[in-house]
């Protein structure tokens, strides 16, 4: 068998998935708050098998490796949370504000403040997400001495 194929099979069910609004503030409340870890169970049937995921870091096509980097996420966090700060729709296209706090051996917590944006094709399905966040930038503010530092070179070559 496929991994694609046991990738879906793992996630059909009885019911139906169609995401609405207020199902995205209960499933993203839940994936990133579940002592520390991220777990994405849940919210996986929601994603079509032709997701497009994109962010400041990679780009992703398809569901299996979609759940593949879902769980190299939740291998390599110590403690995630996330907090919602606002979630709109505008037709398609849901957008979620967060906030994101990492905690580190060394360092002190950061905060990633980010926006996602998924866009639900006619099964209600998301196609596509796209996450939009200063990645280094919110972790480098929470590095004593070094935050200012790249604050102001930031500041000087792009500001």
């Known amino acids: ?11 059909k069910t009885e019911k139906e998935h169609r995401l609405t609004l207020e199902l995205v503030k ?19 049937p929601y994603y079509d098998d032709n997701i497009y995921f994109r962010d400041t870091i990679q780009e992703i096509r398809g569901i299996v490796a979609f759940k593949e980097m879902t769980d190299r996420l939740t291998e390599r ?7 919602l700060v606002k979630v709109v729709q505008q037709g398609n296209d849901i957008f979620i504000e ?3 706090t990492i905690s580190y051996k060394k360092y002190p917590s950061s905060i ?3 926006l996602s944006r998924l866009t639900i094709n006619e099964q209600g399905k ?7 966040y200063d990645l280094w930038g919110d972790i ?16 000087k070559k792009f500001g």
């Open 77 to 83: 966090s110590k403690d995630l949370n996330m907090k």
């Open 26 to 44: 209960e499933l993203w409340s839940k994936t990133y708050n579940t002592d520390g870890k991220p777990d994405w169970s849940h919210i996986l």
């Open 112 to 114: 990633l403040y980010g």
């Open 1 to 11: 068998m496929q991994k694609e194929t046991m990738y879906m099979e793992e996630f």
């Open 140 to 155: 480098f503010d929470n590095i004593p001495s070094f935050g200012k530092k790249y604050r102001k070179f930031m500041k």
């Open 98 to 100: 967060w906030e994101m």
């Open 126 to 132: 998301i196609i596509e997400q796209r996450d939009y």
